[in-house]
């Protein structure tokens, strides 16, 4: 099987630097995704690790550690429109399964 | 990029009818589709994952008689939802995996969802 744990809730101030971070534990293991999900509309892709390592986009920065079951996604220079859940994934055997999300309010 | 378009993206019904839901994907084939079920302010849960030409795999506690998964192209999956009860409202969403396998580019992309009320 797979679990997925995240933090249920964060708050960071605009302007700022935040880091959600996910373990799992899984069998098998083919990649690790992160999502945006606004409330009332469907998941959106921020990124997907497969390796080792950090990746960086923008804003937006993903970590993997594949020996230590660990991810985190960091996220620069917040602003407001960041305000969203932030949805761990990981691809395991034969399909993807869904942490519970990050909760992250972003304030003045 | 890659769309998967779901459809219809809202529907009310009466309790003991049934709602049908399609999920395409527009310029892929997919030979593999998901479909997640969201209940407000958690998250994605997998009911089951469907296969082109065969039959779908649902996940543990997820009625294979009650949730009907069609996948029978390459582009379309259809999950209906059977004698639907107000239990079942719930944010449906559908996900698609490019044929050509997983790499750094492969990412799954997603329908819009549809928001099921049943009275």
């Known amino acids: 099987g797979q679990n997925i744990d995240q933090p249920t809730e964060m708050t960071a101030t605009e302007g700022a630097i935040v880091q959600i971070n996910c373990t799992y534990q899984?069998?098998?293991?083919?990649?690790l995704f992160w999502y945006q999900q606004h409330a009332g509309e469907a998941p959106t892709f921020l990124s997907y690790?497969?390796?080792?390592g950090l990746e960086e986009k923008g804003r937006f920065s993903s970590f993997l550690s594949r020996s230590k079951g660990y991810s985190y996604l960091l996220l620069k220079e917040l602003q407001m429109k960041d305000s969203a859940s932030y949805l761990c994934?990981?691809?395991?055997?034969?399909?993807?399964?869904f942490g519970i999300g990050t909760k992250l309010q972003v304030i003045p | 990029g890659a769309v998967v378009s779901q459809h219809p993206s809202w529907v009310i019904c009466k309790s003991g009818t049934s709602v049908k839901i399609e999920c395409r994907s527009l310029?892929?084939?997919?030979?593999?589709m998901f479909w997640y079920r969201q209940f407000p302010k958690q998250s994605l849960m997998l009911m089951a994952t469907?296969?082109?030409?065969?039959?779908?795999?649902?996940e543990q506690g997820v009625e294979k008689d009650k949730f009907l998964i069609n996948h029978a192209s390459l582009t379309l999956s259809t999950l209906t939802v059977t004698s639907a009860h107000p239990e079942d409202s719930s944010f449906y969403i559908c996900?698609?995996?490019?044929?050509?396998?997983?790499?750094?580019?492969?990412?799954?992309?997603f329908g819009s969802g549809t928001q099921l009320s049943v009275l």
């Open positions: 996900s698609a995996r490019r044929v050509k396998g997983w790499g750094t580019n492969e990412k799954l992309f």
């Open positions: 899984t069998s098998g293991f083919n990649g």
């Open positions: 690790n497969v390796l080792d």
């Open positions: 994934a990981v691809w395991g055997y034969q399909k993807v399964t």
């Open positions: 310029d892929f084939q997919a030979t593999t």
């Open positions: 469907s296969n082109e030409g065969s039959k779908a795999t649902y």
